[in-house]
């Protein structure tokens, strides 16, 4: 067995994302147009490992380096994604791959190392349980899904679409973009660039999916959602919505609407996504029936002594959060890319 890191070359990266696919523990954040949309977006660094036995791709672990002042210098798997990590048909592979990531995080001398898993990796490295996420297998019959969800939330279903939310699917980024923006601002978050989402629709093209819901056929939309397909599953990836969206109860009719949509595509698995424990997105989220599952992240550390804490909850933050939610969403545009790209 060799770990190797993965080529320009159209076959290799073929392999590579032909054992994705077929892997039970990878995810779509493990596919090699990751790689693209990191180095164009926001130029960090990569390294796309893979482990190799007798010619056959046995195992992945997809790297970035990220560096800030403000926020640390890391080797992740995977920056601005939820999952990551090693995904490997078999232990040796996985051990192979961690051990040439700590390697490489020594050779850069960054702070830690950070694995992103859905599952541990088998590596003896500290882990933190800050993060869950939220998944739910789908029935084919959207009614027998409805009933899944709590009876209050499928109340806020039916208002929205008797306030006459209509659902609608973009090509472009920039309505999604507009709202987004607005929604970060809100929360004190500094806003991806707007290019990132383009890059994202043109690598992943239909996996990546853009539905907008406004309160009737031309009126402005209220709230948005990128989401990105995978084997069977949807994973609506980022959403945001203007002030007007909880009035009409749009994110409960938006995500009840790409739900049903997901089902028409063939999905069979809705993930919620990632929320930090006790956050606004963890309450909505359980609110609609959903059960949190442990995202088992692991760490290796480098130069810091403890596992860092770079969320709203540090204290260290607070003060610009609160500063970020003052500020007009034109100048947030301006400047927050510029903040963001450090986050990862």
């Known amino acids: 067995m060799e770990v190797r890191e993965l080529s320009d070359d159209p076959v290799e990266i073929g392999r590579w994302d032909a054992f994705v696919a077929a892997c039970p523990t990878a995810s779509f954040f493990h596919l090699a147009g990751w790689r693209r949309v990191i180095a164009t977006a926001f130029g960090q660094p990569t390294w796309f490992l893979y482990a190799q ?4 791709v046995s195992g992945v672990l997809p790297l970035a380096h990220v560096r800030s002042r403000l926020f640390g210098n890391k080797l992740v798997s995977l920056p601005f994604c939820v999952y990551g990590g090693v995904a490997a048909t078999d232990g040796a592979s996985s051990k192979a791959l961690v051990a040439a990531a700590g390697r490489l995080a020594r050779q850069l001398d960054v702070d830690f190392l950070e694995l992103r898993q859905v599952a541990a990796s088998g590596a003896e490295l500290p882990g933190s349980d800050r993060y869950v996420t939220f998944r739910r297998t789908l029935d084919a019959d959207p009614e027998v899904n409805l009933k899944a969800v709590p009876r209050k939330q499928r109340a806020m279903i039916r208002k929205g679409a008797a306030a006459g939310l209509v659902p609608t699917f973009d090509t472009s980024v920039e309505r999604f973009f507009a709202i987004y923006a607005e929604s970060l601002r809100n929360l004190g978050t500094p806003v991806l660039p707007r290019r990132y989402f383009a890059i994202l629709k043109e690598v992943f093209g239909d996996a990546c999916e853009i539905m907008s819901v406004s309160p009737g056929s031309g009126a402005p939309a209220v709230a948005a959602v990128m989401s990105f397909y995978f084997r069977d599953e949807v994973l609506p990836y980022y959403g945001g919505g203007t002030t007007a969206a909880r009035e009409l109860h749009a994110y409960d009719f938006m995500y009840w609407e790409l739900l049903v ?17 006790g956050t606004g997105s963890y309450r909505f989220k359980t609110h609609w029936g959903f059960e949190p599952q442990p995202l088992p992240y692991q760490y290796d550390l480098v130069r810091a002594q403890e596992i860092p804490n770079v969320t709203p909850d540090n204290p260290r933050y607070h003060a610009v959060i609160e500063v ?13 890319p510029l903040l963001a790209r450090s986050l990862g």
């Open 53 to 56: 036995r007798d010619g056959e």
């Open 324 to 336: 970020w939610r003052r500020l007009p969403v034109p100048l947030t545009i301006m400047i927050g």
């Open 261 to 277: 949509h997901a089902l028409g595509r063939g999905a069979r698995l809705f993930d919620f996504g990632r929320s930090r424990q």
